[in-house]
């Protein structure tokens, strides 16, 4: 079923909602946008995703026109749209139109529904590579549309068999393109705590880690990270899945690891009842 989007007090088809190209999203890169998707036709921690688009747009201080209670009907109205029993949902925040491609009289919001592009089944047993690059996003803490990076890099992604890239800088790890990073080092899990978004799956894993495993968040070197037992990233779209190879290293057993396996059981779990 065509997918629907609310743009500015009005729902109506995806592929019939347009933007102006006087839009400071487009002439500015000045904007930003925020992604989940539903378990059982409910949206996923929605209070924390609701949390983290206001911290985006006050960050940018891009006024917000709407507020929670009237977001969340819009966003159950997209779901009931889509015909699906689970979709993703996309907000994107703008500058609006400006007549001198500088000044902000208006923003403009988006909130549309896509199809979920779920990871492969066997990269949860085998895990993924990713390509190493010296990197650090600007505003790393605002889910910003600045994505230039990672798409000037799909070449080189492609071109090593690798499914995403891995940002290091000064030779400390931060984060994958769109998702967070852990390692594990005997029965303590470790993620960086500076240069990342803190991801919504980010934050659902460490809750439900805390009460097995000793936690710390603080810088992680390359070093370590390649020594590490085992490496994992988190997202919407890969819940926890495992890190087996970074350019030609070989992580951990080049397979997912136990404790790993332990946290993608639990989250499965979780959202099989959410």
Not at 37 to 46: A, D, E, I, K, V
Not at 94 to 105: A, K, L
Not at 106 to 127: C, F, Q, T
Not at 169 to 176: C, P
Request: neutral net charge; contains cysteine; aromatic residues 10%.
């Amino acid at each position: 079923m065509a997918h629907h989007c609310y743009f500015n007090g009005q729902i109506g088809s995806s592929e019939q909602t347009s933007v102006h190209i006087t839009d400071l999203g487009l002439l500015r890169g000045y904007g930003l946008f925020d992604y989940f998707r539903t378990y059982n036709g409910r949206p996923f921690q929605w209070d924390w995703y609701w949390e983290r688009y206001e911290r985006s747009a006050r960050l940018l201080r891009l006024p917000n026109p709407v507020q929670k209670a009237e977001a969340y009907k819009i966003v159950m109205q997209l779901v009931e749209k889509s015909g699906l029993d689970d979709c993703a949902i996309r907000f994107i925040l703008t500058g609006g139109y400006s007549e001198d491609s500088v000044s902000m009289s208006k923003p403009n919001l988006l909130i549309m529904s896509e199809d979920i592009h779920p990871v492969k089944p066997e990269e949860y047993a085998n895990g993924i590579k990713v390509i190493a690059y010296e990197f650090v996003r600007d505003l790393p803490e605002v889910k910003s549309t600045d994505y230039k990076h990672y798409m000037i890099l799909q070449a080189d992604i492609k071109a090593a068999q690798a499914s995403d890239v891995l940002y290091h800088k000064n030779g400390f790890i931060s984060e994958l393109s769109r998702s967070n990073v852990f390692i594990f080092k005997g029965d303590t899990l470790i993620t960086p705590n500076t240069d990342i978004l803190k991801g919504i799956t980010r934050r659902t894993t460490l809750e439900l880690a805390k009460p097995h495993f000793k936690i710390e968040e603080r810088s992680i070197s390359f070093t370590e990270m390649l020594e590490a037992d085992e490496v994992f990233t988190t997202s919407t779209t890969k819940r926890v899945l495992p890190i087996t190879r970074v350019d030609n290293n070989v992580l951990g057993t080049g397979k997912i690891g136990a404790k790993t396996q332990f946290l993608l059981d639990l989250i499965n779990e979780m959202v099989k009842n959410w």
